[in-house]
């Protein structure tokens, strides 16, 4: 990837965004953590192994949606049945995508950024493989990005590792504030969410 000088800036915008966000949002993370906790039996945050900028791992957080004895090293889609594993507060905190908002944590640790190409499990190995073809791991992964927009999880690996490439190759301050607009309509109208 070529030097690009809207890099160092992306990284102060994704502070002065977040630690805001975070206090915005602190009574909400209260309430969903009381909700998760009464809900079922288990932590209330969800920790996975993920790959990060240049392909180190690093540990996410989100909101637990599953029963905690749920596979946890799989991702959603590769599950079977997974209406019985996903608990009632975990239902909602995926379609309205609050589980997410603990990786604000993540953003401010530089773990994260806002917008760039969802981190992939460590072992997705076939969507890393794709992303190494378009150079997708020259950036931090985003709470946010081009694929959740333009169909989350029902896009196949080698359609979201094309969409991170031109993500990556077109990394612009314009791009990221067009991303966050349009991710704001996908998580109100519950847009490319799969449960089973």
């Known amino acids: 990837m070529q030097k690009n000088g809207y890099l160092p800036l992306k990284r102060f915008f994704d502070i002065a965004l977040s630690l805001p966000a975070l206090i915005a949002f602190s009574p909400v993370f209260l309430i969903v953590a009381v909700w998760v906790k009464l809900d079922s039996p288990g932590p209330v945050l969800f920790t996975q192994k993920r790959v990060g900028l240049n392909k180190k791992h ?11 004895d749920a596979p946890k090293n799989v991702p959603t889609h590769l599950m079977r049945d997974t209406s019985s594993l996903i608990t009632r507060s975990g239902r909602f905190l995926r379609r309205t995508s609050l589980d997410e908002l603990p990786q604000l944590f993540n953003i401010l640790k530089g773990d994260m950024s806002i917008v760039g190409p969802r981190p992939a499990l460590y072992n997705q190995y076939d969507l890393i493989a794709e992303r190494d073809r378009y150079d997708a791991h020259r950036v931090r992964p985003g709470l946010t990005g081009l694929a959740q927009i333009r169909g989350r999880d029902e896009l196949e690996i080698p359609v979201k590792a094309r969409l991170d490439g031109w993500y990556v ?28």
């Open 58 to 68: 690093f540990t996410i957080y989100k909101f637990r949606t599953m029963r905690a």
């Open 169 to 196: 190759a077109n990394l612009s301050f314009r791009n990221d504030m067009s991303i966050i607009y349009h991710t704001i309509g996908s998580v109100l109208r519950h847009e490319g969410v799969r449960d089973n």
